[in-house]
């Protein structure tokens, strides 16, 4: 058990007290933000910002820029879903949602072609952000990137596009969600943060529930109106 117990906290060995509580924190409200995504309550929103402002100081302090730039495009894209949710509630909390029409369709294929190329630009200059900005002894080339940063990149698209949807209120954001999360358990896995990937199994799960939990709803709002005599 000790050894199991040593294996999984490895990663933490040598890091200072606060920023492992930061980092449980910032996971912590990652999964309720999940959470009240799944349940369409705005509170996703300000419970997700302070995950993802946690996570940027944690990479701000590990000297990880690259990554740190895109959970800084994750808070701004949350503040701009907050703002469209509270002009869209049905409720207090709650908010009506959708799918996409073929022009919705469209501009999601455009945003995750961008999503994309911004992530691969920012990983391409990554060492050199991560180099205090600075070119003296830094290479920059594809050719220096190993599989995981192809992957990673990918994942990053793909969370940004369902993070989009989301603000837009679309069913499909899930679906991208799922695809991003069930890649990123194993690799996760692979880079040896267990911790990241069992999180990330949480969250596809959650992920899954929240698309059929969405679709039912969707189907009851539309049910009156198709029933309804033309």
Known sequence: MNLIFDWIFSQYKGTPTHLVIIELLGGSFGLISVFFSKRRNIWVYPTGIVSTVLYVYLLWVGRLFGDMLINAYYTAMSLYGW???????????????????????????WLALFSWLFVMFVYYFRPYINHDFSMEGTELGFKYFVWTDWVDATTTAIFLVGMWLMARRKIENWLF?????????PLYAYKGFLFSSLIYIVYTL?????????????????????????
């Open 177 to 185: 969600w799922i695809v991003g999360n069930i890649i990123s358990v």
């Open 83 to 109: 703002i469209l949710w509270a002009k869209h509630r049905e409720d207090s909390v709650h908010v009506k949602i959708g799918k996409m029409n073929l022009s919705e369709t469209k501009s999601t294929l």
């Open 206 to 230: 959650i992920a899954i529930l929240a698309y059929i939990e969405w679709k039912k709803i969707l189907y009851n709002d539309q049910a009156p109106a198709s029933a309804s005599p033309s």
